[in-house]
Structure formats: structure tokens, C-alpha cells
T-cell receptor, first 114, second 116 residues
Framework: DTEVTQTPKHLVMGMTNKKSLKCEQHMGHRAMYWYKQKAKKPPELMFV???????INESVPSRFSPECPNSSLLNLHLHALQPEDSALYLC?????????????FGSGTRLTVV | SQQGEEDPQALSIQEGENATMNCSYK?????LQWYRQNSGRGLVHLIL?????REKHSGRLRVTLDTSKKSSSLLITASRAADTASYFC????????????????FGQGTILTVHP
């Protein structure tokens, strides 16, 4: 299995809702990432998990809450989002450590906040 | 903030022609990677070049890296309509220990359109 699977593919949520994005990989990668991408812009890093521990938080607002329950799963819990949070949310995985490995990205969840 | 600047922002060519995209960056790197993105979906890893390498080939792709100028180029030879996509360079910066920081930073991207 050489894929990163993200669910759902599309999500519409109100500003008072609570929802979660899910990401799964079975490649044995021990680094997992959340990126946010606005239209016509490059992906921007949000969080990095290395060996199931949060190693980088790029000053993301607390309405985004990541969770890594095990080495194959990565969740992003959403609460009280704003319309400007509407974007494509991408999950990726890689081998951690000395780098020099490419990242495997999922197809993303397109989030619309209304 | 985005480290990489890509040039050109958009490129339109005919099938069979070569496409060259350039990327500049600002800080020291472990490696530089190129990704393709179709229609705002997931990114696909194309090729990785380490900081101690100057050129790398993969099929119709050729990547060069000039660390003295902090720049890289991606050449796609004999382009096809299926190559139409956005192309991003991304830099992997070292941490204090010299290993990967786990922080891949993307350039602004080049939109490539290949006309049949």
C-alpha cells in the first residue's frame, strides 16, 4: 500500500459545528503532516507528528486540534471555524529522521465553512 | 512564509516542446524536491535532489541544483498534454543537528499548460 487516504473528500460545516478530518497510511511512515492550501497558493505547513508525538505546530489557531492515535492514523479536529478557514487540507507522510525522502500526499479534504 | 520563488508563474507550450521551471530559495537545505498537483488535489512527488548533488534525472525529468546561487530548475522534455498541472519546488531545511527538520516549505508554483 503506497497511499495516504483522506476522508472525507468534501466537507461543509457551519461555524458552530465540530467535525474531524481523518488521514490514514500503511507504509510504515513515522512522520505525518497537515498542510493547508488556499486557492492558487502553495501548501502551508500546519503540524508535524514524528513517532506519534507533535514536533511542530506552526502557530495554528486552537480551533484546529491535531491528534495522532497511532502510527497509521492522523486526525484534525475542527471547532468554531471561520469562513477564512475554507481551504484544501492535505495530509502527508514520510520517513522521519535524516530526511532525503519524498513525501506522500493524500488527495485532500476540501473544506467549506459557512 | 514561503521560502521558494518560482519562475515563471505560468508557462504555456505545445505538446512535444520542453518546459523549464526555475526555483530560488533563501536558506541552507538538506534537499530540494519537486511536486506536481493536478486540479487542486493531492501533490505527487516527482524527484528529490540532495544538497550535495548537482543534477538528477528521472524519465523525462531533469533537475539541477546550484547551492551557491540557491536555485534549482526542473526540465520536462517532450511534454505531453497530461503534464498540464501546477509544479511546486519544496525545500527541506536542516535542524541544528543537521538532520531533516521535518518542515517542507513550498515555493509559489508554476502553472504549466501543454496544448495538444
Amino acid at each position: 500500500d503506497t497511499e495516504v487516504t483522506q476522508t472525507p473528500k468534501h466537507l461543509v460545516m457551519g461555524m458552530t459545528n465540530k467535525k474531524s478530518l481523518k488521514c490514514e497510511q500503511h507504509m510504515g511512515h513515522r512522520a505525518m503532516y497537515w498542510y493547508k492550501q488556499k486557492a492558487k497558493k502553495p501548501p502551508e505547513l500546519m503540524f508535524v507528528y514524528s513517532y506519534e508525538k507533535l514536533s511542530i505546530n506552526e502557530s495554528v489557531p486552537s480551533r484546529f486540534s491535531p491528534e495522532c492515535p497511532n502510527s497509521s492514523l492522523l486526525n484534525l479536529h475542527l471547532h468554531a471555524l471561520q469562513p477564512e478557514d475554507s481551504a484544501l487540507y492535505l495530509c502527508a507522510s514520510s520517513r522521519p529522521g535524516r530526511g532525503n525522502y519524498g513525501y506522500t500526499f493524500g488527495s485532500g479534504t476540501r473544506l467549506t465553512v459557512v | 512564509s514561503q521560502q521558494g520563488e518560482e519562475d515563471p508563474q505560468a508557462l504555456s507550450i505545445q505538446e512535444g516542446e520542453n518546459a523549464t521551471m526555475n526555483c530560488s530559495y533563501k536558506t541552507s537545505i538538506n534537499n530540494l524536491q519537486w511536486y506536481r498537483q493536478n486540479s487542486g488535489r493531492g501533490l505527487v512527488h516527482l524527484i528529490l535532489i540532495r544538497s550535495n548533488e548537482r543534477e538528477k534525472h528521472s524519465g523525462r525529468l531533469r533537475v539541477t541544483l546550484d547551492t551557491s546561487k540557491k536555485s534549482s530548475s526542473l526540465l520536462i522534455t517532450a511534454s505531453r498534454a497530461a503534464d498540464t498541472a501546477s509544479y511546486f519546488c519544496a525545500t527541506d531545511a536542516p535542524n541544528a543537528g543537521g538532520t531533516s527538520y521535518g518542515k517542507l516549505t513550498f515555493g509559489q508554483g508554476t502553472i504549466l499548460t501543454v496544448h495538444p
